[in-house]
C-alpha cells in the first residue's frame, strides 16, 4: 500500500531551506542528498514537523514559522556568567562567536558569547535559532510507511 500523505510515522524524503526571516539561509539540502526523516521521532524541531503533515509527494510548500513554534524564545535563565578561569588561556572568542560546551552528564551543547573579559564570560545557552521567526519552503519527494515505537523522541 503506498502512503500520498505525511501522517505521524510516516518516513518522508524532501527538499528543503530553512531561513531566518531577514533572508539568512540557516540549513538547506541544496545539490547534495535530500533529508529523509520519520514525523514523530524528534529528527526535526515539532514547528516545523507538524507543518509537513497532510502534505503528498510532489507537494511544494512555503511556511512562515514564528518564534514560539520554532525554537522558542530566548530565555533570561539560559545566559549565564561563567569564570573566565574555567576556559582555556588561549581561546580566542568575540561575543557572538558559538563554541560548545560539555555538560556532567557529557552532552555537549552550543553556547553563544555575549560578553568576555579578563575575569568573567557571558553566555547564552538558548539555541541558537531561539528568539528568531523562521521560513521553510519544502519539496515532499516520497512519503513511505512506518512506525513510531514507545522510545519516541530517543
Excluded at 569564570?83 to 562567536?97: I, Q, S
Amino acid at each position: 500500500m503506498t502512503i500520498h500523505q505525511v501522517l505521524e510515522g510516516c518516513r518522508v524524503t524532501l527538499n528543503f531551506s530553512l531561513l531566518l526571516r531577514n533572508g539568512t539561509l540557516v540549513d538547506h539540502t541544496g545539490d547534495g542528498e535530500p533529508l529523509t526523516i520519520t514525523i514523530g521521532k524528534g529528527e526535526l524541531v515539532a514547528g516545523l514537523e507538524q507543518r509537513l503533515l497532510g502534505l503528498c509527494p510532489g507537494d511544494k510548500r512555503h511556511f512562515e514559522i514564528p518564534a514560539a513554534d520554532g525554537y522558542g524564545p530566548r530565555l533570561e535563565e539560559n545566559i549565564q556568567v561563567v569564570p573566565r578561569e574555567h576556559f582555556p588561556p588561549d581561546l580566542v572568542a568575540e561575543p557572538g562567536a558559538i563554541i560548545g560546551f560539555t555538560l556532567p552528564t557529557g552532552e555537549e551543547v552550543p553556547g553563544r558569547i555575549m560578553t568576555i573579559d579578563d575575569a568573567e564570560v557571558t553566555v547564552d545557552f538558548s539555541h541558537p535559532l531561539a528568539g528568531h521567526d523562521l521560513v521553510l519552503d519544502v519539496e515532499i519527494l516520497a512519503v513511505e510507511p512506518g512506525q513510531v515505537g514507545p522510545g519516541r523522541g530517543s
